[in-house]
């Protein structure tokens, strides 16, 4: 889309392009991001994580659930680094074909890799994967939707 | 095929419906496909096959499969 590539955003840098947040914000850099094209950087799982003592006390590794999310947001910063874009809330439309082939244990490094198959009027569509240790480790499908822009085309009734 | 068959197959690919579906009752939010999501679709499928690119408020407009007809007109695609 001719905008200008991003390079080395560190967590604050990232919050200024989505609104997620602690407890619920799970990216720790984003090494690459083409704005309307990808997005690929990590995520660090430390025991210290909130979601560890509880899943499972004597078994700790990352739920399903957030691990979606973590390979959502990696996907968020392929339209969210869109100019007009940046710092726009956004909803989910749909998650597809969720696979998650390992499982992460503390002290892990997830590496993200998304893509944006379309985005077009607040409507992305694309595909975002993890990698431990060079191995994929889970992958989805997603839609997700920014409801300013989108809300704008749609008929009254 | 003429554009009204390319316009109603749009509908149907796009909705998931049968071609006996394709009649006045037909509008945005009468069935299932037809949501939110379902209509960005639909009207991303009508710009491909047709070439054109739709205004924001022909977009919005957009809110029956008659009222397509009209719209359409607007950049001379007679059905």
Redesign the interface.
Known sequence: MGNAILKDLDAYEIQQYQQNRYPCFFLDYVEEAIPGERAKGYKNFTFNEWYFPSHFADEPNVPGFIQIETLTQMFLMTFLTIPENKGKKTGF?SVNNARFYKKIIPGKKLEIEANLKSY??G?AKGTSIGYIDGEKACSIEL?V?IPDV???????? | MTNLEKYKKVFMDSLSISENELTEKLV??SIETWD??G??GL??ALEEVFEIELD?DD?????SYKKGFGILGKYNIEL
């Open positions: 439309v077009n009027r409507l839609t939707v989108f809300n704008k085309f749609l008929p009254s009734k | 945005y939010n939110s999501v209509h960005m009207i991303a924001t977009i919005i407009d957009f809110s």
